[in-house]
């Protein structure tokens, strides 16, 4: 069913006022398809506080929405046809929103304008970190002279009204403690922080702080930002969304989630178990009510039957007290402070940290590739624990994500296969995320995207 729209004019406010001929011609051309990309970016932004979680309705339910783009004298201008109404206020759009279509337009620019100029050498982990960097760097989320206090927040977007309560409790505190937030910037999880934490903020008078959000063209529709964020940026890829998270963070905290979640988990595990990090530190807190107890127990026995308990001693589960969760951190990243000024290390941007070339490479979870995936107990563990969260990215994509979910429905489930040892905890995994209803939004029937073979 289509929603109410409207047709409307706006003009940049602080972020990419002008574009190149070139620019224009290309974004408006249909043969390089940056303005699909850009269309769909911009529905996203314009659909927040949507409840739907599935990239594909959210397109079908708009499906006349266009946009013009304009170049002007005095810069350029967007003119949006069968806009959703719900993104303006008597016919003008929310500050917000302006502020993120714009970001969203800055940031496909960029990234097609780096690809282009082939200055970076993208098959190489110094490349690929490289690239992030300038595209951080060009959104101007890199603030060199602040102390480290950006805490990244993972977990679900679909969570349930006391894990959301106790998301905004935790951001309260960290609030309180100066810490600014940075979430993959969606609903959920993802809002509840920087929620708790705007309250916090005002109580301490801090008045430029920072709700940072980081997200991808894949998955932007299925978690349309949030008002509260006051930084978005979009990367291309979900290896340069995450690889952005801890290159930025100072320390994460990670709530109830579904594959996701449990996704960012598995490449932060791989890459904290790689020899060159292992004295480096990154304080890594899991966190929930008493109700989660069971999820996060489970998680963990997952992580120890497939990773090893050196992978469960990178973090601490902290249960039904998000004051406690928030010293924890805060004591942990005052670590990474006092580490990275004895290394002469920059603390808006964690160079020291590595990152193999295998966390780096876009995956494309195609049935093909997701069947290929080595899922044995035989391989260096930060390599298995790569592969495991592909897996994960492979099911994330055939939740939420629309070209995923068209192959799911043309070519059926996809198959993993491997060592018995690791696909048990797995379908396990998934089965109580199923379960608890960790897959789609509560109320809807999820119908599994994957097979395991044994």
């Known amino acids: 069913m289509q929603r109410a729209t409207l047709n409307a004019s706006v003009t ?22 940056h ?43 967007l003119n949006l046809n069968n806009a959703p109404a719900d993104a303006f206020v008597d016919g003008e759009m929310i500050a917000s929103t302006r502020e993120m279509l714009f970001s969203a337009l800055r940031d496909i ?20 970190t490289d690239y992030v960097f300038h595209l951080l760097r060009n959104a101007r989320v890199l603030v060199p002279a602040q102390e480290p ?18 998301t905004k409790d935790l951001g309260h505190e960290l609030g309180l403690r100066g ?17 708790g934490a705007t309250i916090a903020h005002a109580k301490q008078r801090i008045r430029h702080a920072r709700y940072l959000g980081l997200t991808e063209p894949g998955i932007i ?20 969304r995450l690889e952005a998270f801890v290159r930025v963070g100072h320390g994460i905290v990670i709530f109830p989630g579904g594959a996701g979640t449990a996704e960012e988990l598995l490449y932060l595990l791989g890459i904290l178990l790689h020899p060159q990090n292992a004295d480096l530190p990154f304080p890594l807190v ?49 670590q990474v402070q006092a580490f990275r000024r004895s290394h002469t290390d920059a603390y808006h941007f964690n160079w020291q940290l590595h990152i193999d070339l295998e966390y780096q490479r876009p995956f494309e979870p195609t049935h093909a590739n997701m069947t290929k995936l080595d899922l044995r107990k035989d391989i260096p563990v930060h390599l298995l624990a790569a592969n495991l969260r592909r897996a994960f990215s492979g099911i994330v994509a055939g939740n939420v994500k629309e070209q995923g979910i068209r192959l ?40 599994p995207c994957y097979r395991v073979r044994r």
Request: hydrophobic fraction near 35%; glycine fraction near 10%; proline fraction near 6%.
């Open 12 to 33: 940049p406010k602080g972020s990419l006022e002008v574009l190149s001929q070139r620019e224009v011609h290309k974004l408006k051309s249909v043969e390089f398809g």
């Open 35 to 77: 303005y699909e990309l850009f269309r769909r970016c911009a529905l996203a932004i314009l659909n927040t506080g949507s409840d739907s979680d599935n990239a594909k309705t959210i397109l079908e339910t708009y499906p006349d929405f266009s946009i013009d783009i304009v170049q002007q004298d005095r810069g350029i201008r």
């Open 109 to 128: 620019v960029y990234t097609q304008s780096e690809i282009e100029s082939k200055r970076l050498n993208h098959d190489s982990g110094e490349g690929v």
């Open 149 to 166: 206090r950006m805490v990244v927040c993972w977990g679900g977007h679909s969570i349930g009204h006391e894990e959301y309560e106790y």
């Open 179 to 195: 810490m600014d937030i940075c979430t993959g910037c969606g609903p959920g999880a993802m809002k509840g922080p920087m929620k």
């Open 221 to 240: 529709a299925a978690e349309a930002p949030n008002p509260i964020v006051n930084e978005l940026v979009i990367l291309p890829d979900i290896e340069k």
């Open 286 to 334: 899991l966190s929930g009510p008493k109700s989660a107890e069971p999820y996060f127990q489970q998680l963990h026995d997952f992580i120890g039957r497939t990773l090893g308990e050196p992978a469960q001693q990178r973090y601490k589960i902290i249960i039904g007290d998000p004051a406690l969760a928030a010293r924890e951190m805060a004591q942990g990243i005052a």
């Open 408 to 447: 799911i429905e043309e070519q059926g489930p996809y198959d993993l296969h491997g060592d018995a040892d690791i696909l048990e905890p797995l379908d396990d995994l998934l089965e109580a995320f199923v379960r608890q209803q960790r897959m789609k939004l509560p109320g809807s029937e999820y119908v």
